[in-house]
């Protein structure tokens, strides 16, 4: 696992560009369709600087946040500081995905972004999660497209990269950050959530479109508008969304699920 503390502040930094808005734009919308109107409890496991953690707690959700990094617990705690209004409904805590246990407690929403292709393998995460969604509730996992891997590098014109990574397969690749990352596909993160009593909804593929843009790509608020809404009605169709990037997959935990 990589140290993350020296990559919160690029991180806040890719949260704010073009890109880095389309994707929590996507993931926030399509985890929201499937929350209740009341306020619920939600585990953002894997919260790095704490986006999806203010997100939900602006929606009025009390949030239990993790990770393993206090360099990113710490700027997501900093950004909080700066909304005190919901200070209340959001607490920290320093823990790793893979041996968590809150007390017991179980969640309405169990999020973990973006977190999943730093680890060696997902099924102990995902056991791990899926035992912490409550009845009636929802696991949502965001991680890298294996299915996809050299499509980025192909339209940027890497092609050299592309091809080697399209040939091997393994879905292994340098991501954004510079921190190497493996990935998975839609079909296993859903068996993995069956295995566990859990029933898959609509998965979603992120930024199918503009995933090849600079990093400092800064679409005006027409432009960038214009490209969420593509973007979004292409997300949970084929075949546009075998080719994203990123998988976003739900589950939710029926109350006659045969786990827990
Ligand atoms: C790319 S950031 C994603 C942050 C956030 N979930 C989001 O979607 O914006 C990945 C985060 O996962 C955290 N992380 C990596 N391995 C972890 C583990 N085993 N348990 C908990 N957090 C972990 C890192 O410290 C980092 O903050």
């Not at 393998?121 to 035992?131: C, D, I």
């Not at 393994?170 to 859990?198: C, M, P």
Request: net charge negative; charged share 25%.
């Amino acid at each position: 696992m990589s140290d993350f503390v020296t990559v919160g502040a690029e991180y806040d930094t890719y949260s704010t560009s073009g890109r880095g808005r389309l994707r929590h734009d996507l993931v926030f919308r399509r985890v929201q369709a499937e929350l209740p109107e009341r306020p619920v409890r939600v585990l953002d496991a894997g919260c790095g600087t704490g986006e999806m953690t203010l997100r939900l707690a602006a929606a009025g959700h009390l949030v239990t946040a993790t990770d393993t990094s206090d360099g990113m617990l710490a700027a997501a705690a900093n950004r909080l500081s700066t909304r005190p209004e919901l200070a209340a409904r959001v607490r920290f805590l320093r823990a790793d995905v893979e041996v968590l246990d809150v007390n017991s407690d179980t969640f309405n929403l169990v999020c973990c972004h973006g977190v999943l292709m730093y680890l060696d393998e997902p099924a102990t995460a995902v056991a791990r999660l899926a035992g912490m969604v409550a009845p009636g509730g929802v696991l949502s996992v965001l991680s890298k497209n294996r299915s996809a891997t050299g499509f980025r590098e192909a339209l940027r014109g890497e092609h050299a990269l592309a091809r080697g990574l399209i040939e091997s397969g393994t879905g292994v690749s340098v991501g954004h950050l510079g921190v190497r990352t493996r990935g998975d596909t839609a079909e296993e993160l859903d068996r993995l959530a069956t295995e566990h009593g859990l029933t898959p909804l609509a998965w979603q593929g992120v930024r199918i479109f503009n995933d090849h843009r600079p990093r400092d790509w800064a679409p005006g608020p027409d432009e960038y508008a214009s490209a969420l809404e593509t973007e979004w009605a292409a997300s949970t169709r084929d075949p546009y969304r075998q080719v994203a990037p990123l998988v976003h997959t739900l589950a939710r935990h029926t109350p006659d699920g045969s786990s827990h």
